[in-house]
């Protein structure tokens, strides 16, 4: 009998914040699939095999993909191209094959392609729900982050101050992810919108998590790429 391949989401960073349905299919696996990015100094990071190792689960189930970070994707497809026949063919021989994601494995998650690729291909598949990092953040702070009649988008932080700007006039609760990429439209915002509340935040649910809804704060700091933003 052959498993699905599982996806599964593994929240925030927070080993805590995995669900108990995520926790068993990890427990259950013969192989786990886990992004990696290689730093500037040549280091290889996965921030989801340090949540793996935290929940007490063998290294010697874990195989790294290491995913580039620029903005040019052919590179990546190329990575999850080569992960779909390894996975694939591991699944042919009946191993229970997993691949996580952080926060929830289909919002912002391009690992969502190779689980379109297994359908597409009659692989069967299953996902598990997760905490996205937005929904971490507003816990940490105490946010009510909609209430009543308000309504929220969530955008990429591929936007210029002009757009960010007319979604505050708009009213929306705002959050933006990849904030590093819009630091300077952050900026402006600041400047130009004394009343909305900016609330930032940076790797949550981890030993460096960081929050502030201090302006000068908040324009002293470089983003990382683990940093999101929440406006009301
Ligand atoms: N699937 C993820 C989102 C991946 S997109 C989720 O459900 O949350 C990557 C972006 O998510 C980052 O650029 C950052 O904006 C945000 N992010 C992910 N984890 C984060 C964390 N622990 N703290 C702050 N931001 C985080």
């Not at 786990?32 to 290889?44: F, R």
């Not at 996965?46 to 793996?52: K, L, P, Q, V």
């Not at 705002?174 to 900016?198: D, G, W, Y």
Request: contains cysteine.
């Amino acid at each position: 009998m052959s498993y699905p391949i599982c996806f599964v989401s593994l929240g925030p960073g927070d080993p805590e914040l995995i669900t108990l349905k995520g926790l068993k299919k990890l427990r259950q696996a013969d192989i786990i699939y886990c992004p990696a990015t290689i730093s500037k100094s040549g280091q290889l990071l996965s921030r989801a095999a340090r949540i793996i190792e935290e929940l007490g689960i063998g290294e010697s189930a874990i195989r790294l993909f290491t995913l580039p970070m620029s903005k040019d994707r052919t590179e990546a497809w190329k990575v999850y191209d080569a992960l779909y026949e390894e996975a694939a063919s591991a699944w042919d021989e009946g191993k229970k094959v997993v691949i996580v994601a952080e926060g929830d494995a289909g919002f912002y998650s391009s690992i969502q392609y190779i689980y379109d690729k297994f359908r597409e291909n009659r692989i069967e598949v299953e996902r598990t729900a997760g905490i996205p990092a937005f929904i971490a953040a507003g816990a940490l702070a105490g946010l009510h982050i909609v209430k009543q009649e308000e309504q929220i988008i969530v955008i990429p932080g591929t936007l210029t101050a002009e757009e960010l700007s007319e979604k505050i006039k708009a009213g929306y609760v705002i959050v933006i992810m990849k904030l590093s990429q819009c630091v300077e439209a952050v900026h402006t915002c600041i400047r130009l919108h004394p009343e909305a509340n900016f609330h930032y935040f940076e790797n949550v649910g981890t030993g460096k998590e960081f929050y502030t809804s201090d302006r000068k704060q908040i324009q002293g700091k470089i983003f990382p790429y683990f940093s999101l933003m929440i406006i009301q």
